[in-house]
């Protein structure tokens, strides 16, 4: 199929990045600890650096990632956030326990992004190997608490242009 369509005239819907007015929950997991701080340091830099004002900024701790989707679906409820942020780790071992967790933290998540009017980020590693892991909190592949900030404030960004055109 050859699509020559002019976009010119079609409306595009576009988030930014500035946190000013934004509320944002943060959920952290505990378990690996190490990692999620990591994780949460470097969200919490770029919320900083996108205008978000501390005041506007809760950080709920759990005790694993297991916990964050009932931390998420009480926090949502409360209408209070613009958007959510969940950050976790959890690190395949020698058991299936790490395919129960992952999968059902993946799954409410994704579940309570669609019963609540907010913007659910997932910010939970899932890794073969605690080298993944370190990896992807601020060495070789980055900082994921980064990239949840950054979805976070887009999302919220898109979620207010799009409830403002809904008026």
């Not at 913007?119 to 190997?129: N, Q, R, S």
């Not at 993944?132 to 242009?161: F, V, W, Y």
């Amino acid at each position: 199929m050859n699509f020559n369509a002019n976009l010119s005239n079609i409306n595009s819907i576009s988030g930014n990045f500035d946190a000013k007015n934004y509320r944002f929950a943060i959920v952290v997991s505990k378990f690996n600890e190490f990692i999620t701080n990591a994780l949460l340091g470097g969200c919490l830099e770029t919320l900083a650096k996108a205008n978000a004002d501390n005041k506007n900024i809760s950080v709920v701790n759990c005790p694993g990632a297991f916990e964050i989707p009932y931390l998420v679906n009480q926090l949502a409820k409360t209408k209070n956030y613009d958007a959510i942020i969940t950050l976790g780790c959890v690190i395949r071992g020698a058991t299936p326990h790490f395919d129960y967790v992952a999968g059902q933290v993946a799954s409410g998540i994704a579940s309570l992004n669609l019963q609540h009017d907010i913007p659910i980020i997932f910010g939970v590693l899932t890794t073969d190997t605690i080298d993944q892991a370190i990896e992807r909190c601020g060495t070789k592949a980055g900082n994921k608490g980064i990239d949840a900030a950054m979805a976070a404030i887009e999302m919220a960004s898109l979620s207010a242009t799009i409830n403002r055109s809904k008026k």
